[in-house]
């Protein structure tokens, strides 16, 4: 049995996840990121976290290439950076955006409810996405309340 895209994209819908923004440095030393919910921890001992990228986003050949990539896990406050990391033109993303570079090189976004740098330690073909598994090198944590994304909106914690 298959199942449609609409009815796939309404069960997943139903599982709530936090927001981020993947960044990295393409081959011509161009900043490049994406809004990407499909995130997770993969490994405590060694520390993996996963992101799973569609092949036709424009950063994916930068990711494939890269040593290192970034994860900014996006607070309640930054429902627009991830609009804007979705949609606006990728040459453009970064302008009047705060960030800081950390020691990878990547992107850290300001504010961001915390900061994630890896080293690219394996990507798995997955369809018509690539997972990536990233091994954590450097990770800080703020305060905050994290951005939410539930059944195809932006949500916010009631707690
Ligand atoms: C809330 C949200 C979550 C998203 N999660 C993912 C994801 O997990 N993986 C992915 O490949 N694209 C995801 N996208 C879509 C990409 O952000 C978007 O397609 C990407 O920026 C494409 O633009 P580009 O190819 O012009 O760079 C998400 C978009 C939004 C708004």
């Known amino acids: 049995m298959t199942?449609?895209?609409?009815?796939?994209?309404?069960?997943?819908?139903?599982?709530?996840s936090g927001i981020t923004v993947v960044t990295?440095?393409?081959?011509?030393?161009?900043?490049?990121g994406?809004?990407?919910s499909a995130f997770s921890s993969v490994s405590l001992h060694p520390p993996?976290?996963?992101v799973c990228i569609d092949k036709a986003a424009s950063m994916y050949a930068a990711l494939m290439t890269a040593e290192?990539?970034?994860?900014?896990i996006?607070?309640?406050?930054?429902e627009s950076l991830s609009r804007r990391f979705a949609a606006v033109d990728s040459q453009h993303r970064f302008e009047g955006v705060g960030y800081a570079r950390g020691e990878s090189g990547v992107v850290l976004l300001t504010d961001a409810l915390a900061h994630i740098e890896c080293r690219r330690?394996?990507?798995?073909?997955a369809g018509d996405h690539t997972l990536f598994i990233g091994e954590v090198e450097r990770a800080t944590a703020g305060d905050g309340r994290p951005m939410l994304y539930y059944r195809g909106g932006y949500a916010q914690l009631e707690r």
Do not use: K, P, Y
């Open 3 to 16: 199942i449609d895209s609409d009815s796939f994209r309404s069960v997943l819908g139903r599982f709530a």
């Open 24 to 32: 990295t440095v393409d081959a011509s030393g161009r900043d490049v």
């Open 34 to 36: 994406m809004t990407v």
């Open 48 to 50: 993996l976290v996963q």
């Open 68 to 72: 290192r990539f970034g994860i900014n």
């Open 74 to 78: 996006l607070s309640s406050e930054q």
């Open 121 to 125: 330690q394996a990507h798995f073909d």
